[in-house]
């Protein structure tokens, strides 16, 4: 027997415009992704980990995937947090604004200015130019007129 009750109240919600969504169905809902407010340790850990595990040593890469098989994710976060920096690697943008996500999390905690600061280092750094591996050689222009400030006559 249908439950003419929950038909009668869809139908009235409907034409009130007040008609929840149910599973399954496109009320309301739009066509582009929403990222969520904050990422969880386990997303940023996963992804800092696929992103710069190349980054780190042999047993830091070994001790990161241990870490994350139990679930120590502010660990691995801060292991590879520690090893950018000193690898000079580029995190891409969308790695960056994960973590600016992920820190979203941790506001008010004691952790928070360490974690911001260290985020803002691994962002300068990537601002930064990156230096020339050879000794830079100033150029003098062959058909200069001006005479030298000091000159000898004999």
């Not at 034409?15 to 407010?37: L, N």
Request: net charge neutral; charged share 20%; hydrophobic share 40%.
């Amino acid at each position: 027997m249908p439950n003419t009750w929950a038909a009668g109240m869809n139908s009235w919600l409907h034409t009130h415009g007040m008609r929840r969504e149910t599973p399954g169905s496109a009320v309301g809902r739009r066509s582009t992704t929403v990222k969520p407010a904050i990422v969880s340790d386990a997303d940023m850990a996963w992804l800092l980990a696929d992103t710069a595990a190349h980054c780190l040593t042999g047993h830091d890469r070994t001790m990161t995937f241990v870490e994350l098989g139990c679930q120590e994710y502010h660990l691995v976060i801060n292991r590879i947090l520690d090893a950018v920096p000193s690898c000079r690697m580029t995190l891409p943008e969308n790695v960056l604004d994960a973590l600016s996500r992920w820190l979203a999390g941790y506001v008010g905690s004691p952790e928070e200015p360490r974690l911001r600061t260290q985020l803002a280092e691994i962002r300068a750094r990537q601002l930064e130019p990156i230096p020339s591996c050879s000794p830079q050689v100033h150029r003098v222009k062959p058909h200069s007129t001006a005479m030298p400030a000091h000159s000898v006559t004999p």
